[in-house]
């Protein structure tokens, strides 16, 4: 018999499994240009504390409002401060922020979504609709209350985001979930006396795992913007730590003398918005799941 | 010529792969519809009958494109044709039936405006003419009183009923051409015999053509006038069909031909080797010669052409085509099955019922099951150790669910089912140790389905290895590597996924994992009715050259006779998860039998021209069996009167040792069947 060649195809590591998507995903214009937005953001993230060329919060009057010049390549901002130095140094926080806090919706978001898919029934019906419930409240409303009571803290805005988020990320891996759990193999894994942690851990989750990778991706880039938008709202990161939102929101009323302290974060935000889109985009194609049937929630 | 109706010229499609390859699915093809003709076009999954059939109506598939030739209709290629234009021919001209197309009605509205919406789109009918359209159309598929089937919606019918609602659709436009994609995949076999015969009777009464495409030979053999045969995008034979039944003259219709089992030959007939390539595989050479008999030396460099055959009428893709023409006919041959079934009871069912009703809150308190009607009812049988017991029914006959009961997957409502005369098995999976799991396993029918995508072979066949036995390493490896073989897989198989495997080998993965438990009893649901008619044969083989190295005991569920004759020696016959008729099944397949067995004896569509199916009963689909009586009540076309809607029948015995249950005396029973 002949082995035909086009099938043929060895196991890979998870390594190898990795760099074949990422190489698909920048096959594609969109996908090229989203990674290599996200990727220089988050090289950026990491080395903005060594190349920052001024101090974030030196404030000097006799500097305020300058506009770009060979010292301060972005100008200052109202208070003197050097923008290029906070625009770098905003997209740390920005993207630490929603990174984490991604990471915590995907992680309860998969997981009940899993459970309610698994269990389905009554506890299903009752614990979406509990999901909800809660998530019908407008979302900033209560972030507002949640970031008035607690305060504007990193360790409270991640929880308080990842919880917000992770609502879609639910929804995903439950219908995914629905899916798979009424094929034959896990009906044979039952029979054959798996255990359930077992069933969940070697027969669900890897066949779950990229549609709720993906949509987890795409929350991210919703996260940032809610993100923004609460530091925008005086909710967010407390000043004068460098972030996005809030330099917006400073320099919003100058826009029309001193355009350049507000052009910089509007770049950076929505580039990496954009970034983060591709790229999750190209992600899903790469791993072969149709997001087009699926509208944002 | 004014009698050619469809003229195929040189038509290849085919499509870019990443590499930018062009890959054909089909290559060069060539023939002619005839007026009244219908041509069968026959061919395992990927072989392009269904490209071919959809370019007879101008359309190529998403992702497809035309590499060159056309498809004439009216002396005007319609692959070149406008949309506009197309139009005007599809619905009027040229029908299409295409596979589950009574599934695809409309759920929300009535058949009648369905059927009207076709008229007005297909027709040029005012509203008085088509109401009387409608009924005429109705009549014309046989429907029982159109006026009221109009008013009906989709899903008040059964299966078949949607489908010759599919075809009064197509009919609406009083089409030229009638393109049909397996018509009858999917459907029942009794209600799949009523749709063929109906399709006969249309062909004769309108003389539509018709271009008929199945993977079926039998249904193939039931309708066309002239078979086309294909493989791998190509045409390897066409003739008149009673030529290509009886003497087929190209080395893979010969082999399929003798691969197919049929009611009458009990034993597993020869297998046909390996399977079809995948599109842009073939490296030049014959596309057939890796499984072919009759190959030589110049079938590995060269490719054989199609060869029109004069004196035959037929024209073949072959080298060797001679050495077929002497052999007068396919003489098929079966290898007896020996089974070693001790009399031993492994397995033992007794008054066992199974019920899919949802229990109410007291119910589940007391954690009992009440249902007077449930799904499965009072099934006795008594399996012995290293037989082969066949569940033959229609579907929804309860088969698979009386398998998930054994499996442990299912409560049973009442009843005991016992292993080895002492281990009580009545218990879900929950209450069962881990030992009476591994003794039983099953089989699925589709293999794309139980076994898991992300998995490679290894992984799948590991999983009751480590689960029963705890191994580990290196003995793990040599286990699978061992299961592989046992399979007739190459160990290079093992970092394989799903996905990279043919459906045949997909199944032998499949049946590898079971055996690796080393289990007492294997359930296999329907195992073979997914896979392609060649690579039937061939696993059926596989099971039954197991069975005999490890002495398993198999239940083997199947609505397929012919495969069951093959491969079993006992036979239950189901309907409404009760049972008719039980015995050895050289003697359920002889008369005399339960009227249920009868009827579906007579549906079998065998690959002949000479045995035509007996329609004996309706094709009525029963929801729910009824509350009293005999379970056939409602469909047995011998039905006694009061006794049959109000006793259960008695078990009968024949001479031969089978139980029938039927309120007709033996005797009598025998009088109208032979
Ligand atoms: N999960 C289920 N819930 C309710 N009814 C079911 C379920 N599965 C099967 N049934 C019903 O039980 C009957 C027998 O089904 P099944 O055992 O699958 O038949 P077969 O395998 O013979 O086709 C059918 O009427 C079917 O509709
Ligand atoms: S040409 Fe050769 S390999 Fe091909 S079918 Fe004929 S005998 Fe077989
Ligand atoms: S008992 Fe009556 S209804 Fe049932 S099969 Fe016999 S004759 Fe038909
Ligand atoms: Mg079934």
Redesign the pocket.
Known sequence: MKVDNIYKEEKKSAFAKLSEIIITMASRPSGLIGLSILVFHIILAFISPYIAPHDFKAIDPTLMLQAPSAEYWFGTDDLGRDVFTRTILGGRTALTITFFGSLIALLWGGLLGIFCGLVGGKIDDVVMRIVDAFLSIPWILAMLLIVSLLGTSTEVLIPALGFFYGKGIVRVARAATHDVIAKDFIVSARARGHSNFSIIWNEIIPNVRDAILVEGAMRWSWMLLGFSSLSFLGFGVSPPTPDWGLMISNARGLMSFAYWAVIAPIVGLSSLIIGINLTADAFAKALGIDRSTKAPV | MTDTIQKVKNLSIGFRSKKGEEILILKNISTNIKKGETVGIVGESGSGKSTLALAMMGYVKHGLYTIGGECQFNSSNLLKMKSKDLEKIRGRKIAMIPQNAGQALTPNLKIGYQIDEALQLHSDLNEKEREKKISELLNKVRLPSPETIALRYPHELSGGQQQRVAVAMALAGTPDLLLLDEPTTGLDVTTQAHVLELLNFIAKDTGTSMVYVSHDLGAIAQVSDRIIVMYSGEIVLEGPSRDILKRPIHPYTHGLLKSIPKLSLAGLPDSMPGSQPQPGTIQGGCSFFDRCNFSDENCKHNSPQLEFLEDLNTSVRCFNYEKLVKESQVSQTVNKIKNKSQDKEILNLSEVSIS??KQKLLDQVFNRISDNNP??KDININIKKGETIA?V????????????SIAGL?RTKDGLIRFDENRNLSSDLKERDPNDLRIIQLIFQNPDESLNPNHTVEEIIAQPLKLYFGLKGEELKKNIIDLLQKVRLGEFYTSRYPRQLSGGEKQRVAVARAFAAKPDIILC??VTSALDVSVQAAVLNLLQQLKEDFGTTYIF?S?DLAVVRAISDRVAV?Y??RLCEVGPSNDVYKFPSHPYTEVLLGAVLEPDPDIKPKLVAEDIVE??PPEKGCSFQGRCSRIVGDICKKEIPPWQLTDSGNAIRCHIPIKELQKEQF
């Not at chain 2, 929804?396 to 398998?403: D, E, F, H």
């Open positions: 899919y009703a799904t499965v569940l029914g229609e579907s929804g006959s309860g088969k698979s669910t009386i398998l998930k299912l649901d329907e569920v609505h189901l409404q998860g929801e729910r």
